[in-house]
């Protein structure tokens, strides 16, 4: 009975992914105003491109997905860290999946031309279990990026204010200093500061709100903070530069905060194999006089 249901689940899923490519749905309330909006958006600074395979693979399983309301606002900020199209992260988590579902039936099926059979609940159950793991694999593997890029970003947020202290204190201005600090430093932080800068060249706005929009884009909240120290010093003529060395500071102490926690963490990662080691040389050293306790009772 449950193997006739799950394979009536999996067919009525794989009918509903055909009808939504056939058809595809009707765009949302909110896209429908955005396009008939006579104000502008907000054009993204990071931009995440898609693989070349989405544009066929994709159209079978992302519309379907996007209905679900995947991949979520905080997955679409790590894709935007990492520079990975939305579209590219659903269509990998889809065809990961059916790859699982349908890896347990290729080898039954093997199996069946040696004369060998592992039933049918046991390459169902597998075929659950493997394809949930890839749907669930893209997402973690794209956080883990994320996370260790926004280190990379606040490490290198750090040595841009100090840069941007340094110019102010040198008598630039405020615009003058920021392009100046972003154009020394190298590395996909810089390069995204660099182009939101840019963006505000081009969209005559003022720097800071862009360093903003990039800080919310990116999830990352020092980037935000930043952008709201300099726009006083752009609007209302406040001192900044104490202000940036702080920030700068502030940075660096979570940057060796951050270190030592994972020092810490990698040395309770080896405490388990150290004391699976010590164990099994105990063992190897015992067992000969267990063994001759053994024989002689």
């Keep these: 009975m449950i193997p006739a249901l799950l394979f009536g689940a999996g067919a009525g899923a794989g009918l509903w992914l055909l009808l939504t490519w056939a058809l595809p749905p009707a765009p949302a309330l909110s ?9 502008p958006l907000a054009t993204p600074i990071v931009a995440a491109a898609d693989a070349a ?14 209905m679900l309301g995947l991949p979520g606002a905080k997955i679409e900020a790590d894709l935007r860290v990492t520079g990975r199209g939305t579209d590219t992260h659903l269509a990998s988590k889809a065809l990961l999946a059916v790859a699982g579902l349908l890896a347990p039936w290729l080898l039954q099926a093997l199996l069946a031309l040696g004369g060998l059979s ?29 996370t260790r890029l926004r280190r990379e970003f606040r490490d ?48 005559r706005t003022t720097p800071w709100n862009t360093l903003r929009q990039l800080g919310e884009e990116l999830d990352i909240t020092e980037l935000s903070e930043l952008a709201a ?57 015992a067992y000969p006089a267990v063994i001759q306790v053994l024989n002689g009772l």
């Design 229 to 285: 120290s300099i726009s006083l010093a752009g609007t209302e003529g406040a001192r900044v530069r104490a202000s940036l060395a702080a920030k700068a500071q502030a940075l660096r102490t979570h940057q060796v905060t951050d270190a030592e926690s994972d020092a810490q963490a990698a040395t309770e990662r080896m405490a388990l194999p150290v004391t699976l080691l010590f164990l099994g040389f105990l063992g190897f050293i």
């Design 156 to 203: 290198a947020l750090s040595a841009f204010l100090d840069l941007v202290w340094i110019t102010l204190a040198g008598g630039a201005g405020v615009e003058a200093a920021l392009g100046d600090a972003a154009a020394v430093g190298a590395g996909p932080a810089f390069d995204k500061i660099r182009r939101a800068l840019h963006a505000a060249q081009l969209t």
């Design 53 to 66: 395979w989405v544009r066929g693979w994709g159209r079978v399983f992302v519309p379907g997905l996007r």
């Design 31 to 39: 896209d429908r105003l955005a396009q008939v909006s006579t104000r």
């Design 118 to 146: 592992l039933g049918l609940e046991v390459p169902l159950l597998a075929g659950l279990v493997l394809a949930a793991l890839g749907f669930l694999t893209p997402d973690l593997d794209v956080r883990a990026k994320a």
